[in-house]
């Protein structure tokens, strides 16, 4: 139990962060002995000093150990036990293990605190989330499915003996009840593919003890820092519930949980909430410490009972005169220089870090930094018990702004000054001080007799605004008002601009979104989050996040020249502050251009004809995206490409080949180069003529117009010309058997050809019937006369078969044999001719008025 206090030399001293000033607190201490005076005086000596020296030598930041608590698993039969309080993910002590099935099973009892919890939540295997069913068996993620089976005990005072345990371990019988701590039973199967790394590391999501309200005087789970505070005293032992203040720890729990905090996200939360553990072997004083941090707050021992407050202004609660003085007053206008920073920085946890002990944005002052002559101060204010970023900050901010109200008084006043307490606010008015109800926080109180046997008071007090706590607070309050310092809240507006390019990335055409951000004031903008979706999804998703300029979306939907619906992004851009406040989304949406342009045509094709092969070659396309080239060749000279009587020879001449041999045949040639996207460009043409080639003596021709007596499939004549039967939906085929074959008198090697002339039916002749791009029509308006234009939506290719197998009587056997296109050199005695033609467009058609089948030798 603590020792009492004697009432004659009772007497009131702040400690926490309320009390970063610098204020030393000599004296105040007279008459308290044995134990609960050493530990309020190692308290106070630790805030009053620790904190203030932490300006010029910062305090190492902890990293696990007894102030945390326990983050993995500690294999241990005699370790402290952990307290929890609020919401935090732990880990524990394994308390207990065994193996059975011939080691396949490792059962473990893993302690979690020291106390009944309110609820055990989500069970995680190293930083995976586990899905548990009813019965406790993981069924995902499906590396654990089936492995892993978890039992919870919150550790009331009549809790029985787990009985999954029990049914699994022999020695583990109904009187292992494990009363009073919460714990956790696990069960791992031994799988090498699920645990390659061993024993994972278990830890749970624990909402921690169950605390009084002396507001509601109802025990239940609460993360309000002050009542948690309240707990800790008493389950310590350091005080009992007569020694406290309970009206006190009712306003601040008040403050905690009943004030509610609007953040730049829309969203609000509570002034202040105490999420954490620490095990039962940390100092108290530490303890004690990283609640209050929680809050802002002060706590403080008079008159016999324990109290606190936490960071808020309250109203002054009494105005002292002149009149109430009872000696000099002295006054410091300024802190020394050892006792300011500047700048505050620190860890929280919770689960923006995913529970692991993570630097909140720091807090730094550029004006405060030029009042202190350009030296930088840091202060690190460590929060384990706070859970979030934000409430992080704004704590901060209160300890780095309350740290410039610098004017401090010290004096000797009257009976009425009885009534205040450590914490108080009060007025102060003095006509020789310049004070017209100057407020000022009392942070330190005790009353004495003077010299005459009367009772005096002798307080501290330190300069005090309600700006100080307000979560905008503006710094000019602080600092002569020489300061701009922005509100944490603003973050300035981002500009966006998007456009689109197209790069070859190993030997690949990637289609870029090229985001390029920028802001007028980019000071003020730590980093920017960049977010995008296609317009027709509803989610966005996160592109990233980094400093202003320019971010890419790679390999973006493009859409095809014949697509009619288009494909557009949504990008939307919001900024950041140092304090990680975000800013609002900018918005801008791209439609997505097709690429539409084909490589340039390739220049100076030339040929060498030599024996059989002819010899191409020509200057390059320049164009970066170029792919690859196709040779496409015509036995008439005078053809245009896309007129439909062009084969195409070779599918693919890829770059940077700029010349091709070939097969000897006469007609006219063309080279068509194609780029990375599939577009085709310009072509280059070459006309052989027959003179050209190697002459032959003997030259056989199989003539079919007018009368097409063949064999027709989906072809039919008419007005003596071949087309297609049916050639209403696109891609229309047909096929066209020359009535009979040529017959050379022996088997030899002769130079097939053949000559068509065609032309495009189109049934429609309307403006909408049109194909292709107006831009890409030959010719000008006048020579539009008809719609039979070089659209390239119909082709014509002629085949040849040759046989050498007489199937008697000198008649041509055809088994087996293959149809080949109808140019260059074949073997054979007898050889026979079909036609294809092809369409590629609704309701057009080749239209064929002469057609030979052509052997030389």
Same mark, same amino acid.
């Given at each position: 139990?603590?020792?009492?206090?004697?009432?004659?030399?009772?007497?009131?001293?702040?400690?926490?962060?309320?009390? !970063?000033?610098?204020?030393?607190?000599?004296?105040?201490? =007279?008459?308290?002995?044995?134990?609960?005076?050493?530990?309020?005086?190692?308290?106070?000596?630790?805030?009053?000093?620790?904190?203030?020296?932490?300006?010029?030598?910062?305090?190492?930041?902890? *990293?696990?150990?007894? &102030?945390?608590?326990?983050?993995?698993?500690?294999?241990? *039969?005699?370790?402290? *036990?952990?307290?929890?309080?609020?919401?935090?993910?732990?880990?524990?002590?394994?308390? +207990?293990?065994?193996?059975?099935?011939?080691?396949?099973?490792?059962?473990?009892?893993?302690?979690?605190?020291?106390?009944?919890?309110?609820?055990?939540?989500?069970?995680? =295997?190293?930083?995976?989330?586990?899905?548990?069913?009813?019965?406790?068996?993981?069924?995902?993620? @499906?590396?654990? #499915?089936?492995?892993?089976?978890?039992?919870?005990?919150?550790?009331?005072?009549?809790?029985?003996?787990?009985?999954?345990?029990?049914?699994?371990?022999?020695? /583990?019988?109904?009187?292992?009840?494990?009363?009073?701590?919460?714990?956790?039973?696990?069960?791992?199967?031994?799988?090498?593919? @699920?645990?390659?790394?061993?024993?994972?590391?278990?830890?749970?999501?624990?909402?921690?003890?169950?605390?009084?309200?002396?507001?509601?005087?109802?025990?239940?789970? *609460?993360?309000?820092?002050?009542?948690?505070?309240?707990?800790?005293?008493?389950?310590?032992?350091?005080?009992?519930?007569?020694?406290?203040?309970?009206?006190?720890?009712?306003?601040?729990?008040?403050?905690?949980?009943?004030?509610?905090?609007?953040?730049?996200?829309?969203?609000?939360? &509570?002034? +202040?909430?105490?999420?954490?553990?620490?095990?039962?072997? %940390?100092?108290?004083?530490?303890?004690?410490?990283?609640? !209050?941090?929680?809050?802002?707050?002060? %706590? /403080?021992?008079?008159?016999?009972? /324990?109290?606190?407050?936490?960071?808020?202004?309250?109203?002054?609660?009494?105005?002292?005169?002149?009149?109430? =003085?009872?000696?000099? =007053?002295?006054?410091?206008? $300024?802190? &020394? $220089?050892?006792?300011?920073?500047?700048?505050?920085?620190?860890?929280?946890?919770?689960?923006?870090?995913?529970?692991?002990?993570?630097?909140?944005?720091? !807090? $730094? #002052?550029?004006?405060?930094?030029?009042?202190?002559?350009?030296?930088?101060?840091? !202060?690190?204010?460590?929060?384990?018990?706070?859970?979030?970023?934000?409430?992080?900050?704004?704590?901060?901010?209160?300890?780095?702004?309350?740290?410039?109200?610098?004017?401090?008084?010290?004096?000797?006043?009257?009976?009425?000054?009885?009534?205040?307490?450590?914490?108080?606010?009060?007025?102060?008015?003095?006509?020789?001080?310049?004070?017209?109800?100057?407020?000022?926080?009392?942070?330190? /109180?005790?009353?004495?007799?003077?010299?005459?046997?009367?009772?005096?008071?002798?307080?501290?007090?330190?300069?005090?605004?309600?700006?100080v706590f307000d979560w905008d607070a503006d710094e000019k309050s602080f600092e002569a008002n020489n300061t701009d310092l922005l509100s944490p809240f603003y973050v300035p507006d981002i500009q966006v601009e998007l456009s689109q390019a197209y790069r070859v990335v190993n030997e690949t055409v990637t289609n870029v979104l090229l985001i390029d951000t920028s802001s007028i004031q980019s000071a003020y903008i730590d980093y920017v989050e960049v977010q995008y979706k296609k317009s027709n999804e509803t989610e966005y998703s996160v592109l990233g996040t980094g400093d202003l300029g320019r971010f890419e979306i790679l390999n973006i939907d493009t859409p095809l020249v014949t697509d009619t619906t288009s494909i557009s992004y949504n990008v939307r851009v919001r900024g950041f502050n140092a304090l990680g406040v975000k800013g609002q989304f900018t918005a801008a949406t791209r439609v997505i251009e097709a690429d539409t342009t084909g490589p340039s045509a390739p220049t100076n094709l030339s040929h060498i004809i030599s024996g059989n092969s002819i010899y191409f070659t020509w200057s390059a396309s320049p164009d970066a995206d170029l792919s690859h080239y196709e040779l496409y060749h015509s036995p008439n000279y005078n053809a245009i490409f896309g007129d439909g009587t062009a084969t195409k020879m070779i599918d693919k001449i890829a770059r940077p080949a700029t010349s091709i041999s070939f097969p000897v045949r006469y007609g006219t040639f063309f080279i068509e180069p194609y780029d990375k996207t599939g577009n085709s460009g310009g072509t280059a043409s070459v006309v052989i003529d027959q003179s050209q080639l190697p002459i032959l003596s003997n030259i056989q021709t199989d003539t079919e117009a007018p009368t097409f007596g063949g064999t027709h499939t989906n072809t039919l004549v008419f007005d003596s010309k071949l087309l297609l039967d049916d050639y209403t939906t696109a891609p229309s085929t047909g096929t066209y058997e020359f009535t009979g074959y040529l017959d050379t008198g022996a088997n030899r090697t002769v130079r097939a050809s053949y000559y068509v002339a065609v032309e495009r039916q189109l049934d429609s002749e309307t403006w909408d019937s049109m194909p292709n791009n107006w831009d890409s029509w030959y010719g000008n308006w006048d020579s539009w006369t008809d719609s039979g234009q070089f659209f390239g939506d119909y082709n014509v290719i002629v085949y040849i078969m040759a046989t050498d197998v007489d199937a008697g009587g000198g008649t041509p056997d055809w088994t087996g044999k293959s149809w080949v296109v109808s140019t260059g050199n074949i073997n054979g005695r007898w050889f026979k001719f079909k036609a294809v033609l092809t369409s590629s467009a609704d309701g057009v058609t080749p239209l064929i008025s002469e057609l030979d089948g052509i052997v030389e030798y």
């Open positions: 139990m603590p020792m009492a206090v004697p009432a004659m030399l009772s007497a009131g001293v702040s400690v926490g962060i309320g009390a !970063l000033t610098g204020a030393t607190y000599a004296g105040t201490f =007279l008459g308290m002995s044995g134990a609960f005076g050493y530990f309020v005086q190692q308290t106070a000596l630790f805030t009053a000093l620790g904190y203030a020296s932490n300006a010029l030598s910062p305090k190492p930041r902890y *990293s696990g150990g007894a &102030s945390t608590g326990y983050t993995a698993n500690t294999l241990s *039969s005699a370790a402290p *036990s952990a307290y929890i309080y609020g919401e935090t993910r732990v880990g524990g002590v394994v308390f +207990y293990q065994a193996t059975t099935g011939d080691t396949q099973y490792l059962h473990r009892a893993i302690a979690l605190a020291g106390h009944e919890v309110n609820a055990i939540g989500d069970i995680y =295997l190293n930083d995976t989330k586990l899905t548990l069913d009813e019965d406790g068996n993981c069924t995902a993620p @499906s590396t654990y #499915s089936g492995k892993v089976f978890v039992s919870k005990n919150l550790g009331t005072d009549d809790q029985v003996a787990d009985p999954n345990l029990v049914s699994a371990i022999a020695k /583990w019988t109904s009187d292992h009840r494990a009363r009073g701590i919460a714990y956790i039973y696990v069960r791992l199967k031994y799988d090498a593919d @699920s645990f390659p790394n061993g024993v994972p590391n278990v830890t749970a999501m624990v909402q921690g003890k169950k605390i009084y309200d002396p507001r509601t005087e109802v025990t239940a789970f *609460s993360d309000c820092p002050a009542l948690c505070l309240r707990d800790y005293l008493i389950s310590s032992g350091i005080a009992d519930s007569t020694e406290i203040n309970d009206v006190l720890f009712s306003a601040a729990a008040s403050i905690c949980d009943a004030e509610t905090v609007d953040l730049a996200t829309g969203d609000s939360q &509570s002034r +202040y909430t105490c999420n954490g553990t620490f095990s039962s072997d %940390i100092a108290p004083a530490d303890a004690i410490q990283n609640i !209050l941090a929680s809050m802002g707050g002060m %706590i /403080w021992y008079s008159q016999g009972k /324990w109290g606190c407050k936490a960071a808020a202004y309250t109203a002054p609660v009494l105005e002292l005169t002149e009149d109430d =003085l009872r000696g000099s =007053l002295s006054i410091a206008t $300024r802190s &020394s $220089r050892r006792d300011a920073f500047n700048q505050v920085t620190g860890i929280f946890k919770g689960a923006e870090s995913n529970y692991v002990e993570t630097n909140y944005p720091s !807090l $730094r #002052s550029q004006t405060f930094v030029d009042v202190d002559g350009g030296q930088e101060s840091e !202060l690190e204010i460590n929060l384990p018990f706070t859970d979030n970023s934000a409430m992080a900050q704004r704590i901060s901010k209160i300890a780095l702004y309350r740290n410039r109200e610098q004017l401090k008084i010290r004096g000797t006043f009257g009976l009425r000054a009885m009534a205040l307490g450590v914490g108080d606010i009060i007025q102060v008015t003095n006509s020789r001080m310049g004070f017209s109800a100057k407020e000022f926080e009392v942070v330190d /109180w005790s009353f004495g007799l003077d010299s005459s046997m009367a009772l005096k008071v002798d307080m501290t007090l330190q300069e005090i605004s309600s700006a």
